[in-house]
T-cell receptor, first 113, second 115 residues
Framework: AQSVTQLDSQVPVFEEAPVELRCNYS??????LFWYVQYPNQGLQLLLK??????LVKGINGFEAEFNKSQTSFHLRKPSVHISDTAEYFC???????????FGQGTELSVKP | DSGVTQTPKHLITATGQRVTLRCSPR?????VYWYQQSLDQGLQFLIQ???????AKGNILERFSAQQFPDLHSELNLSSLELGDSALYFC??????????????FGSGTQLSVL
C-alpha cells in the first residue's frame, strides 16, 4: 500500500519569497506522483504530475516539483510566490496498477504581503 | 469550472438520518471518484466507479454506499449518520480510460453537517 506524508501542515511566507512544500511517499511498487491545489471554497485542481522521464516537472502558475526516487520525495517549489498562491496544497500518489489516488494531509500555504 | 457538478452544496441533517449526494462527471468522463475531506482525516479516498462498475474501494464505511448510473452520474448514499460523518465530500471524474495516471477533475464538494 502507498502512503504520503506532507511534512508541514502550515507554511507562512512573504510575497515574492521562494517556497518549498515537502512531500515524502512510501510504496513497494512504482508510482505516479501529483500535486493538487485547493483554493478557498473550491475543489482541487491539478498543479503538476510526475509519470516518468525527467525528474523535474513543471506545472501551472510557476510551480515545479522534483522527483527523488532515492529519498522517496516529491517536493513542490516556487521561486517567487504571490498573494494569490494562498491555498491548501495536496501531494498525492497512485500506483501504476491500482487506480486509487492517495492524498497527503495537505499543507496550508499562507502568503503575506 | 472543472465541469464536475455536485449537488447539493450544503446539507444539514441529524444523527441517524440518511442522505444522498449527487455527482455529474465531466462530459465524456467514465470514471467517478468519491473523496471525504475532514480536518482530522484529511482527504480520504472512498470509492471509484468506471462506466457503471465499481473499480476500486478505499476507506468507505459499510453505512456508505455508492453507485454509478447508465448516464454516468453517481450517487453517494450515507446512512445512519453520525456526528463524525460531518465532512466535505468531493466527487472527481477522469477521462475515458480510467487509468491511474490520468488527471482528476474535482467538483466543488458537498459540505455535510450532522447535528
Amino acid at each position: 500500500a502507498q502512503s504520503v506524508t506532507q511534512l508541514d501542515s502550515q507554511v507562512p511566507v512573504f510575497e515574492e519569497a521562494p517556497v518549498e512544500l515537502r512531500c515524502n511517499y512510501s510504496s513497494s511498487v512504482s508510482v505516479y506522483l501529483f500535486w493538487y491545489v485547493q483554493y478557498p471554497n473550491q475543489g482541487l485542481q491539478l498543479l503538476l504530475k510526475y509519470l516518468s522521464g525527467s525528474t523535474l516537472v513543471k506545472g501551472i502558475n510557476g510551480f515545479e516539483a522534483e522527483f527523488n526516487k532515492s529519498q522517496t520525495s516529491f517536493h513542490l517549489r516556487k521561486p517567487s510566490v504571490h498573494i494569490s498562491d494562498t491555498a491548501e496544497y495536496f501531494c498525492a500518489v497512485s500506483d501504476i496498477e491500482g487506480g486509487k489516488l492517495i492524498f497527503g494531509q495537505g499543507t496550508e500555504l499562507s502568503v503575506k504581503p | 469550472d472543472s465541469g464536475v457538478t455536485q449537488t447539493p452544496k450544503h446539507l444539514i441533517t441529524a444523527t441517524g438520518q440518511r442522505v444522498t449526494l449527487r455527482c455529474s462527471p465531466r462530459s465524456g468522463d467514465l470514471s467517478v471518484y468519491w473523496y471525504q475531506q475532514s480536518l482530522d482525516q484529511g482527504l480520504q479516498f472512498l470509492i471509484q466507479y468506471y462506466n457503471g462498475e465499481e473499480r476500486a474501494k478505499g476507506n468507505i464505511l459499510e453505512r456508505f454506499s455508492a453507485q454509478q448510473f447508465p448516464d454516468l452520474h453517481s450517487e453517494l448514499n450515507l446512512s445512519s449518520l453520525e456526528l463524525g460523518d460531518s465532512a466535505l465530500y468531493f466527487c472527481a471524474s477522469s477521462g475515458t480510460g480510467g487509468a491511474t495516471n490520468e488527471k482528476l477533475f474535482f467538483g466543488s464538494g458537498t459540505q455535510l453537517s450532522v447535528l
